[in-house]
């Protein structure tokens, strides 16, 4: 990707999630794909996709276990 794809991505995610701290950020050696960051923390990867003559773009982001809050009545 390159820097306005990546700055009308970032653009469009910030919109978005209505969050200004969102920055993408090119990954070395790969072309294809740029790290999600919020508040200099990495969240994510936003993959490009060019088939059949149309480019889209997909977001993927892991979310662990040990990071969400308890579950409602669980016991500490």
Known sequence: ??????LR???Y???LFRLDTIELQARQN?????EVMVGGEFIGIV????????TSYQF?????EMDLPPAPGAKP
């Open 1 to 6: 990707m390159d820097r306005t794809e990546i």
């Open 9 to 11: 991505v970032q653009k």
């Open 13 to 15: 995610l910030r919109n």
């Open 30 to 34: 790969r072309a294809d794909s740029v």
């Open 47 to 54: 993959f490009k996709d060019e088939e059949d003559g149309e």
């Open 60 to 64: 993927q982001m892991a979310i662990l």
